[in-house]
């Protein structure tokens, strides 16, 4: 489903979505293809987010488009050494 059709289904409200097709494009995910799970409450919005797993998000209709930055974290390795 396309996220325009999204919109008019579920106007003015957020979804938590399941992303099915997606492209990266200058440190943006464009999001081109997606199934609606559910439409969410704006008091569960968070809720649902933090229980999201992979392909799942959850987005407000408001948004023309669906584009998410893409982070590369770079976490920190820290080795201890012991010597005994």
């Known amino acids: 489903m ?5 919109r008019k289904l579920y106007p003015n409200q957020f979804v938590k979505l399941k992303v099915l097709a997606s492209h990266i494009e200058n440190s943006q995910e464009i ?16 809720k649902e987010l933090l229980n999201s797993k992979g ?11 669906v584009v998410l930055e ?3 974290d770079m976490g920190l390795r820290r080795f201890v050494y012991h010597e005994n």
């Open 31 to 46: 999001i081109e293809d997606i199934a609606v799970i559910k439409p969410v409450t704006e008091k569960s919005a968070t």
């Open 55 to 65: 392909d799942e998000l959850v987005y407000h209709t408001a948004n023309e488009n």
């Open 70 to 72: 893409v982070r590369q």
């Open 2 to 6: 396309k996220w325009s059709e999204v």
